[in-house]
């Protein structure tokens, strides 16, 4: 049973677009959700969270946007860059600081 | 500064040996995380210490798994008679906890394990 999905395997986006990505969630009891990002032979990098409190953050060119009674999150990037191309993964949690439930991925190519 | 560390990057084994990985954490970061990736799959949660002790194990950590995090700073994980489908990329993260502010985990380059 997946706790955690991201239904969209991949997206392509002209640079200076938006991207949105999504992820929804099926447990309601999740209260800390997180966007990651990975390169190639690399771990995955923190890129910015939320907590169920709020239905918004901005980090620079990054929002997350929550919308707990549908459980879904998304995350914007505007303007996109190529730099940003990687694969996006939305995490779960039910405490800041424990185990992670992550979705499968979304691979983001941003086109110059 | 720096982050968490792994070593080595990458193992090539065959079947049937032991194998064993190990993790620096962020030196002030009291809680340890192992998580396992496969191909086109996000990471999945094995098992995670708070300082030396170690508090849950996944159902995917089998009896051939043990981690270690003997003096609450760097971590081991040994896999015994590796098979195949060990092949994966193992991923340590550390956080702290305890503090009044949210913590994130950070996760180390990983360790790519091959089962020929």
């Known amino acids: 049973d997946q706790q955690v999905k991201q239904n969209s395997p991949s997206l392509s986006v002209q640079e200076g677009r938006i991207s949105i990505l999504n992820c929804d969630y099926t447990?309601?009891?999740?209260?800390?959700f997180l966007w990651y990002k990975k390169y190639p032979a690399e771990g995955p990098t923190f890129l910015i969270s939320?907590?169920?409190?709020?239905d918004k953050n901005e980090d620079g060119r990054f929002t997350v946007f929550l919308n707990k009674s549908a459980k879904h999150l998304s995350l914007h990037i505007v303007p996109s860059q190529p730099g940003d191309s990687a694969v996006y993964f939305c995490?779960?949690?039910?405490?800041?600081?424990?185990?992670?439930?992550f979705g499968s991925g979304t691979r983001l190519l941003v086109r110059p | 500064d720096t982050g968490v560390s792994q070593d080595p990057r990458h193992k090539i084994t065959k079947r049937g040996q032991n194998v064993t990985f190990r993790c620096d954490p962020i030196?002030?970061?009291?809680?340890l995380y192992w998580y396992r990736q496969t191909l086109g799959q996000g990471p999945e949660f094995l098992t995670y210490f708070q300082n030396e002790a170690q508090l849950e194990k996944s159902r995917l950590l089998s009896d051939r798994f043990s981690a270690e995090r003997p003096k609450g700073s760097f971590s081991t994980l040994e896999i015994q008679r590796t098979e195949q489908g060990d092949s994966a990329m193992y991923l340590c993260?550390?956080?702290?906890?305890?503090?009044?502010?949210?913590?994130?985990?950070?996760f180390g380059p990983g360790t790519r394990l091959t089962v020929l």
């Open positions: 995490a779960v949690t039910m405490d800041s600081s424990y185990k992670l439930i």
């Open positions: 993260a550390s956080s702290t906890w305890g503090l009044a502010t949210s913590d994130t985990q950070y």
């Open positions: 447990n309601s009891m999740f209260d800390y």
């Open positions: 939320i907590s169920s409190i709020k």
């Open positions: 030196s002030e970061h009291n809680r």
